[in-house]
């Protein structure tokens, strides 16, 4: 139950990531272009909008979604978070040896 719920929660910050991405390409885009550009689901990509516009990442334009300066910064030490991240996986792992 709890690797469970850690997968379903790195399931949900992949796609994110993804929707971010195809937003920091395409921008601005609308919902149902950025749905069928990243194929998903236009409910799955509206939720991720909506994180990542909380998150400061993106915002709303006339044109459709559109980056904002902390999300440059945000995609070039998202490698660096990962790498720490998995750090702890491998130590939580090494644990259960």
Known sequence: MLVKRLEREIDILGRHLIVL????????????KL??????????????????????????????????????KFITQ?????GQLEKKLADISKTLR
Not at 21 to 32: D, F, N, S, T
Not at 37 to 57: A, I, M, N, T
Not at 78 to 82: P, R
């Open 35 to 72: 749905a069928e550009e990243v194929g998903l689901p236009k409910h799955k990509v509206r939720y991720s909008l909506r994180v990542l516009e909380h998150e400061g990442l993106i915002e709303p334009s006339s044109r459709g979604a559109i980056t904002t300066k902390k999300a440059t």
């Open 21 to 32: 991405k195809a937003v920091a390409r395409e921008e601005p885009i609308g919902i149902l």
């Open 78 to 82: 998202f490698e660096s978070k990962m």
